[in-house]
């Protein structure tokens, strides 16, 4: 990347006055979460190069997906973005059936959007709530965190665990909702309102937080394009797109919602989408809820699904195909499919391969924080070290994602 003029002449400077300076921030630094690295050239304390490491974590999620079966490679996806886990769930799911050529049932994928948008409202919480900490609005981050506790709950109540939930199935998913969910929802929602109401009272009209994040990690709509980023980074600047728009799945194009967008591109407006965004998906699953048909949430095929466990324990033909499925795994058809979904960060694509057998023969993810990292280079230049922890916040980067 050319750099302004007035640090051409400073990269090999003569004068140690006009010396630019290289410094490594991270990935020990409490703001870089454990796995980045910034490497900077300064000018004082303006930025005028930062070249992003995302860190090792060394997990091969698209390799080990490779080396067990189709249903074993759902843990995995809990891994990628652990703040909405049942989203990644969903994606996989959906690319594999999409090879399969099956088609869940009715209340499945019901119960998929009214799962992956409560997760959604959870991964926005963590952002949010963290990044308002960065900045020194303590009390705001817990707030937050409270709040996330009670979609925790929800997510709980429907898989049994609130992180790793493992929850979905090729073919639909592993529990329905629980009889009671509907007033659990709507105490969660009542609670998550107070909570909200609290917030944006509390940084709405807040000078420090205001100005630094208004004006702060601008990037043009066209660069944001270029670079490939998507979701909030990209609705902040403006541009309507949203996977659950563009190409629906499963029911989104049966429910009535908005797209928040920005006009500047910069971290307020980042923001205020994933604020925004969170009212949005209560309106999704609020409709969802209220127009559920009742039903089964899994497919009859005992060629993909497991059979019950009674009819594991009191059958021969039922022990005979929980042995087959568990050992060899579905044989899907050979083929390749690349299915996306709008993830906490974007659009969050699986792109699937099969050769027949019971295992993907190739899998790899498109992961949305990934690319807004690529883009944070073009959001920093020019800007202060500071500048860098509520930009990088705003991003929301899962080191899970972007694990290469």
């Known amino acids: 990347m050319a750099l302004p003029a007035r640090w051409q002449n400073k990269l090999h400077p003569d004068d140690p006055i006009d010396e630019v300076m290289e410094l490594?921030?991270?990935?020990?630094?409490?703001?870089?979460?454990?796995?980045?690295?910034?490497?900077?050239?300064?000018?004082?304390?303006?930025?005028?190069?930062?070249?992003?490491?995302?860190?090792?974590?060394?997990?091969?999620?698209?390799?080990?997906?490779?080396?067990?079966?189709?249903?074993?490679?759902?843990?995995?996806?809990?891994?990628?973005?652990?703040?909405?886990?049942?989203?990644?769930?969903?994606?996989?799911?959906?690319?594999?059936?999409?090879?399969?050529?099956?088609?869940?049932?009715?209340?499945?994928?019901?119960?998929r959007v009214i799962m992956s948008e409560v997760a959604r409202i959870a991964d926005h919480l963590t952002c949010l709530g963290m990044a308002a900490g960065e900045v020194g609005a303590q009390t705001v981050m817990f707030y937050m965190l409270e709040a996330r506790e009670f979609?925790?709950?929800?997510?709980?109540?429907?898989?049994?665990?609130?992180?790793t939930v493992t929850w979905c199935r090729v073919g639909g998913i592993k529990y329905d909702l629980p009889p009671d969910f509907n007033d659990r929802i709507r105490l969660a929602f009542k609670s998550l309102d107070a909570v909200l109401s609290d917030c944006d009272h509390l940084l709405s009209r807040n000078r420090v937080f205001i100005d630094r994040m208004s004006g702060i990690g601008i990037i043009s709509r066209e660069d944001a394009i270029s670079y490939g980023?998507?979701?909030?980074?990209?609705?902040?600047?403006?541009?309507?797109?949203?996977v659950r728009k563009a190409h629906p799945y499963l029911v989104y194009d049966r429910f009535d919602f908005e797209v928040p967008l920005g006009n500047r591109g910069d971290n307020y407006d980042r923001f205020n989408v994933r604020?925004?965004?969170?009212?949005?998906?209560?309106?999704?699953?609020?409709?969802?809820?209220?127009?559920?048909?009742?039903?089964?949430?899994?497919?009859?095929?005992?060629?993909?699904?497991?059979?019950?466990?009674?009819?594991?324990?009191?059958?021969?033909?039922?022990?005979?195909?929980?042995?087959?499925?568990?050992?060899e795994g579905i044989k899907v058809p050979p083929g390749e499919t690349y299915t996306a979904v709008e993830g906490g960060n974007g659009e969050l694509g699986f792109y699937?391969?099969?050769?027949?057998?019971?295992?993907?023969?190739?899998?790899?993810?498109?992961?949305?924080c990934f690319l807004g990292m690529g883009a944070l280079n073009k959001m920093l230049i020019g800007r202060m070290i500071a500048d860098i922890i509520t930009t990088f916040g705003m991003i929301n980067m899962i080191g899970g994602e972007c694990d290469r």
């Open 229 to 242: 980023v998507t979701g909030p980074l990209l609705r902040a600047c403006g541009v309507s797109y949203d």
């Open 352 to 368: 699937v391969v099969s050769d027949g057998s019971g295992k993907p023969y190739r899998v790899r993810v498109r992961p949305p």
């Open 275 to 327: 604020f925004r965004e969170m009212a949005q998906s209560k309106r999704i699953i609020e409709q969802a809820m209220a127009s559920i048909p009742a039903g089964p949430v899994s497919i009859d095929d005992p060629h993909v699904m497991l059979p019950p466990k009674d009819r594991v324990y009191n059958s021969i033909e039922g022990l005979m195909n929980h042995f087959k499925l568990i050992m």
């Open 24 to 111: 490594q921030m991270g990935p020990s630094h409490p703001a870089s979460h454990g796995t980045i690295k910034f490497n900077l050239k300064l000018d004082g304390e303006r930025i005028v190069d930062c070249d992003v490491e995302v860190g090792y974590l060394h997990r091969a999620f698209e390799k080990m997906c490779e080396q067990g079966t189709w249903t074993q490679a759902f843990p995995y996806t809990d891994r990628l973005n652990y703040a909405s886990p049942c989203i990644n769930n969903v994606g996989f799911a959906l690319a594999v059936e999409k090879l399969l050529q099956i088609d869940v049932p009715e209340r499945c994928k019901y119960v």
């Open 151 to 163: 979609l925790y709950d929800l997510i709980e109540a429907v898989t049994g665990a609130r992180l």
